[in-house]
């Protein structure tokens, strides 16, 4: 550490008030306060006000004071249409105390208005706002008086501000059916969502509802000082060792005049770093180098503990301090690109070693982002850490997260893909929109780069794969207007100034150590801009979707890094129940249907079950089957990922999380239900993988391990009848090499299945090492509705445990994809929808608050052999 210049007097007072300011107490002469009381709200033209909550929006309060239904309920979200296109005012009075005025500076501070708002304090105009992506600071000084202080703000429809840029164009800006502009009842169908800055998935998705909002999303704060303050406070790591970590870290300083200052850093530990500075009236940047000794490194998930350090910066002048702080850690994370036998790498390595990436596709939490409470926030990433998940991807169409998002992230050791809030479509080209752009670029990349868990920025989903049928759209199909090539050179152009300019320009300036990746999908700079090269870059792969191309394809359609892919099923019945009365079960039903925005939802599901399973009896053992489709499908794509280490070296299924109760790619529902899926990629993402993979009659027994070292063991594999009977028996002693895939055994199918019904056979693959099962496998060989599956008898044994029941389960022949519920009691179970052999015992935990008693009247346990 360097040594003050001045006295140790000095660095005595900057500790005092740093552990002052720790304690929570107020900093000397420095006041911030939550402006959050005493809000009212209505829609302009009416004279009565009703009680508002901020932050919120039009749609919370509207639901808080009885005046609509809950928009999720049945059919009601089409009904309820009218409220984004009006006016909606909010006002609230607040006290000022006169001393408050004294200070050099006075700012309200709004982190998120949504989206065109006119702010006006005690009458006069202070702020017109039009991105909700952005945070917004005024200087109301001079427009504040002592004592009563009315705070109005006028929120104007965001499709009727979209509809007036729609028109004064004079092409139409191609935009994707997930805008459900028909729905909306938007005059015209006028698809406006690219107009505005606004989260695209408010105006509709084919798995989210149309509910375009206006409000105070984000909180808003009064904040006066004196003299100077920190604005922000970067750290950069410039060097790591054993030894030691050297950092700097950057001061952004707003002075109000010029004069002398001190800055100090301290660690967690204690150590500090100071050094005194002069600053000039207006924005200063000072830089403070620092070490940290005997560093511990941040690691993802699955390597290492995710060590984080708190490091607080403070600015002293006089008797003030200000102080700010981060959590951060120590690490490297590099998107690693390099030209290699097979093309082009695509792999993220964590303090130098290469990761295979394993997560998914996050959006939103609610349609109504203020209702996410922060023990939601935990259940979902939580729920990441549980599946063995190292990376979630911030999806473009949503928002860039609240920060309690990232923290979890950072807390967990989850990386995070982090897109910029742009998807499936074009966006306009002027040179306001391209500066709105730039301005939240900056604010939220300066917001998120202190956070190790944020991995690289993202420029836009799927725009680059777009960009020829915008042109087709615009030229061939007439969206061109009078001049559809020069409508397409400014769309074009609009797309390289934000993509290849603005964005990265932005990343340049202010998080030039992280990764810029301009669209996903694509092969990278240089390729053709309309085809995604498998061996260069990232994919999205929906052809077992939407082209209902064999499922077996994923094990053949991979890429270096395969960034989307998914398939649907509908949430279980407690969440249906959620939504819907008993006449609305079926899939043919109004009700049914308005909670499948697919438009190929139904028949893709029907269209994949029947390939592999029979037909279903009834809407229950549907759900039942649907959901294990869904389940294995995934499973099968994400080990094929996993098999093609190193040329594949990322896997992130589409999607983890919905927004509202809906049929969708999610793998755990709105209320956090798990499906299926999420109990299958738990296991398929697990640190060692027994993935048996058959092709022209050779099975190949693949083993993926993820762990840094070599593992010796043995191979066992049996083939057993569904009665438990031992057909067939082979061990093999061998090594797992580390970090990567290989064959371990490969053996003709026939040698396996002589003189065997392949009906009636399951092969069980295990991994053992000094007598401990690591990793095992079931493998059948055949379709489940080719398998002749028994009428299994499932018993089973309850003990009390803590935070619930431990249920011991057996069979007496192959029950195949035991379902366990409870009714519609709350529970949540360590592992369902699993296949349990006769002679095997199976433990499961079940968390849930209900007696013992209640246990044994609720608990039902069903088989897929049962659906049919």
């Keep these: 550490m360097k040594k003050h210049p001045k006295n140790n007097l000095i660095k005595l007072f900057i500790l005092c008030q740093m552990a002052l300011a720790g304690t929570g107490c107020a900093q000397a002469g420095s006041v911030e306060e939550e402006l959050h009381e005493n809000w009212s709200f209505r829609h302009l033209g009416t004279a009565k006000w009703y009680s508002a909550t901020v932050p919120g929006c039009n749609y919370t309060d509207l639901l808080d004071n009885g005046i609509i239904n809950d928009p999720f309920w049945r059919l009601n979200e089409a009904d309820l249409q009218w409220v984004d296109k009006l006016d909606w005012e909010y006002k609230t009075t607040f006290s000022v105390e006169p001393s408050l005025l004294n200070h050099d500076r006075v700012e309200l501070d709004f982190a998120g208005l949504d989206t065109y708002a006119d702010v006006s304090l005690n009458g006069t105009n202070i702020l017109s706002a039009d991105n909700m992506f952005r945070n917004w600071q005024v200087d109301v000084k001079n427009h504040l008086k002592p004592g009563a202080n009315e705070l109005y703000i006028l929120f104007r429809s965001p499709v009727v501000e979209g509809i007036k840029k729609h028109d004064e164009l004079d092409y139409i800006i191609p935009v994707s059916k997930n805008d459900r502009a028909e729905l909306g009842q938007v005059p015209g169908g006028k698809k406006v969502s690219v107009y505005n800055r606004k989260a695209l998935y408010h105006f509709g998705w084919d798995w989210g509802p149309r509910l375009v909002s206006s409000g105070i999303w984000r909180p808003v704060k009064l904040k006066a000082w004196n003299q100077s303050r920190i604005k922000d406070l970067r750290i950069i790591q410039n060097s790591q060792s054993e030894e030691r970590a050297q950092l700097t870290a950057v001061f952004e300083i707003e002075a109000e005049t010029a004069g002398e200052a001190d800055l100090a850093i301290r660690v967690d530990d204690g150590q500090v770093a100071e050094k005194s500075v002069q600053l000039n009236a207006g924005i200063n940047t000072c830089r403070l180098d620092f070490e940290i000794q005997n560093p511990e490194l941040w690691w993802c998930a699955g390597l290492g503990e995710p060590h984080l350090y708190d490091i607080a910066g403070t600015l002293a002048q006089g008797q003030r301090v200000d102080r700010t702080s981060h959590r951060t850690g120590i690490r490297t994370v590099k998107l690693v690109r390099e030209k290699d036998d097979m093309g082009t790498s695509f792999f993220f390595e964590v303090n130098g070693i290469p990761v295979f990436m394993k997560g998914a596709n996050y959006i939103p939490n609610d349609i109504l982002p203020t209702r996410v409470s922060d023990a939601k926030y935990r259940k979902v990433i939580q729920t990441a850490v549980d599946s063995n998940f190292n990376m979630l991807r911030v999806w473009g169409g949503g928002f860039y997260e609240n920060d309690i998002f990232y923290d979890l992230c950072d807390e967990n050791g989850i990386l995070v893909w982090q897109d910029f809030m742009f998807a499936c479509a074009m966006f306009p080209s002027d040179e306001e929109f391209l500066e709105s752009v730039r301005q939240e670029a900056i604010q939220n990349v300066k917001r998120l780069r202190n956070h190790p868990s944020v991995s690289i920025w993202c420029g836009n989903n799927e725009m680059l794969t777009a960009l020829g049928w915008a042109e087709w759209q615009l030229i061939e199909q007439g969206l061109g207007g009078s001049d559809p090539e020069g409508a397409w050179a400014a769309v074009s152009n609009g797309y390289e100034r934000i993509f290849h300019d603005v964005l990265p320009s932005v990343i340049e300036a ?295 029941f431990e249920i011991t389960l057996k069979t007496d022949q192959l029950a195949k994809n035991v379902y366990l519920t409870i009714g519609d009691e709350d529970g949540f179970f360590s592992d369902n929808y699993f296949d349990l052999l006769p002679g095997t015992d199976v433990s499961v935990l079940l968390k849930t608050d209900i007696s013992a008693g209640t246990l044994k009247q609720v608990l039902r346990c069903s088989t897929i052999a049962d659906t049919f």
């Excluded at 929906?542 to 082209?547: K, L, R």
């Excluded at 249906?576 to 939802?601: C, N, W």
Aim: hydrophobic letters at 35%.
């Design 510 to 804: 202010e998080d030039p150590g992280r990764f810029y990746w301009s669209s996903s999908p694509s092969a990278g700079p240089g390729v053709n801009a309309r085809k995604v090269g498998l061996e260069h870059g990232d994919e999205h792969y929906w052809g077992v979707w939407h082209q209902k191309k064999p499922y077996e394809t994923y094990s053949t359609h991979i890429a270096r890094f395969m960034s989307e892919y998914g398939f649907q099923s509908f949430p279980e019945l407690r969440t249906i129940k959620e939504f819907a009365l008993p006449e609305d079960y079926g899939l043919l039903t109004e009700v049914m249907k308005h909670h499948q925005r697919s438009p190929v939802g139904n028949e893709a599901i029907d269209h994949y079950l029947l390939q592999s399973y029979r037909k279903t009896k009834d809407f229950d053992s549907f759900l039942h089957v649907g959901q294990v489709l869904q389940a294995e499908l995934i499973k099968y794509a994400a080990e094929a990922h996993r098999r093609a280490m190193p040329f594949c070296m990322g896997t992130l299924y589409w999607q983890l999380n919905d927004c509202w109760p809906v049929a969708s790619w999610s793998s755990m529902d709105s209320s956090l239900r798990w499906k299926a899926q999420q109990y299958f990629m738990k296991k398929a993402f697990e640190s060692m993988l027994i993935s048996p993979f058959e092709k022209e009659g050779v099975l190949d027994l693949h083993i993926v391990s993820d762990k840094l070292q070599p593992l010796p063991g043995t191979l066992c594999l049996k083939v057993m009848d569904f009665n438990g009977k031992l057909l067939w028996t082979k061990t093999l002693d061998g090594t797992v090499p580390a970090n990567t895939s290989t064959v371990i055994y490969s053996i003709p199918r026939e040698e396996i299945l002589e003189g065997i019904d392949d009906t009636r056979a399951v092969l069980l693959a295990e991994w053992v090492e000094e007598g401990t099962v690591q990793a095992d496998a079931l493998y059948y060989f055949r379709r489940v509705k080719d398998l002749e599956l028994p009428e299994a008898t499932v018993t089973h044994k309850i003990k009390p445990v803590s935070d619930g």
